[in-house]
């Protein structure tokens, strides 16, 4: 199975600054056919269920904010939030879709500092 | 706007069994793989397996901790998705959420989820 971990587990962000997670992958989630990453980022806020953010490791989905952006590739991605808002409290999870059994990262807490 | 709505969630005890709904509505299901994505309590997701759609093969996949035990079936006719749970232990008490997979393989809608409690 591919293992996904987060890092950090937590962080502390002040308002309107950068917040940056980091997520890597026991191997590589790029399949070389179609140069796509199959890895995605998921929010999820308390009492909610998730929420997908951003596919093939970059692609933002429809109706998400522009200060969300995901970045990486093969093993190691990054999803980065400009300019924090009082909303984007949550917990953030990477998935990586590559093959089954698909993995889930630990999740990392957002919280404002 | 596409719907997912889970049912059956209950307290159980430890080596009965139990099955899980999931009506969909806002899209043709028939098109879509679904899936189960779980989360105990204060904990992180946990994927549980998919079932494809019939043009790809109607066939699941499962996490290895529920293999055997749990099955993923599907009723295009009425848009629903199933679980099966059975030789339930403690360790299956979660949140099960049914999700709609992507051609490409994430999940792009999530139920509100539906609460499942393993206890003696």
């Known amino acids: 199975d591919i293992v996904m971990t987060q890092s950090p587990d937590s962080l502390a962000v002040s308002l309107g600054e950068r917040a940056t997670i980091n997520c890597k992958s026991s191997?590589?989630?790029?399949?070389?056919?179609?140069?796509?990453?199959?890895l995605a980022w998921y929010q999820q806020k308390p009492g909610q269920p998730p929420k997908v953010l951003i596919y093939?490791?970059?692609t933002r989905e429809s109706g998400v904010p522009d200060r969300f952006s995901g970045s990486g590739s093969g093993t190691d991605f990054t999803l980065t939030i400009n300019s924090l808002q009082a909303e984007d409290v949550a917990v953030y999870y990477c998935h990586q879709y590559y093959n089954t059994p698909n993995t889930f990262g630990q999740g990392t807490k957002l919280e404002i500092k | 706007e596409v719907q997912l709505v889970e049912s059956g969630g209950d307290l159980v005890q430890p080596g009965r069994s139990l099955r899980l709904s999931c009506r969909a509505s806002?899209?043709?299901?028939?098109?879509?793989?679904m899936g189960w994505v779980r989360q105990a309590p204060g904990k992180g997701l946990d994927w549980v397996g998919f079932i494809r759609s019939k043009p790809y093969g109607g066939t699941a996949e499962y996490a290895a901790s529920v293999k055997g035990r749990f099955t993923i079936s599907r009723d295009d006719s009425r848009s629903i998705a199933y679980l099966q749970m059975n030789s339930l232990k403690t360790e299956d008490t979660a949140i099960y959420f049914c999700?709609?997979?992507?051609?490409?393989?994430?999940?792009?809608?999530w139920g509100q989820g539906t609460l499942v409690t393993v206890s003696s």
């Open positions: 806002g899209f043709t299901f028939g098109d879509y793989a």
């Open positions: 093939w490791a970059s």
């Open positions: 999700t709609r997979l992507t051609t490409s393989g994430w999940v792009d809608s």
């Open positions: 191997q590589s989630v790029l399949y070389s056919s179609n140069n796509k990453n199959y």
